[in-house]
């Protein structure tokens, strides 16, 4: 990611955009780490979080929202 902050700035924006700019490589070159669920009632409602990934251990399968369901990636079931 590419992002400057104009030269007049003050060093605290300086500073803030380094940080910035440190969190998006550590975020491009580590795991996505899903939020997780013990089991499926336990999920948040499926229309709060459309296109959302989740991990249900109790199944050990990640699941995704399709705005009304939660659907199981492996088999597109619904939970």
Do not use: C, F
Not at 7 to 24: N, T
Request: glycine fraction near 4%; proline fraction near 8%.
């Amino acid at each position: 990611m590419r992002l400057n902050a104009p030269a007049d700035a003050p060093p605290s924006v300086h500073k803030l955009v380094k940080r910035i700019v440190e969190a998006d490589k550590e975020a491009r070159t580590t795991p996505l780490r899903l939020q997780d669920y013990a089991t499926a009632a336990d999920l948040p409602p499926a229309a709060d979080w459309r296109a959302g990934l989740v991990y249900v251990t109790s199944i050990t399968m990640v699941a995704v929202s399709d705005g009304t369901n939660w659907r199981r990636l492996d088999k597109g079931a619904t939970l």
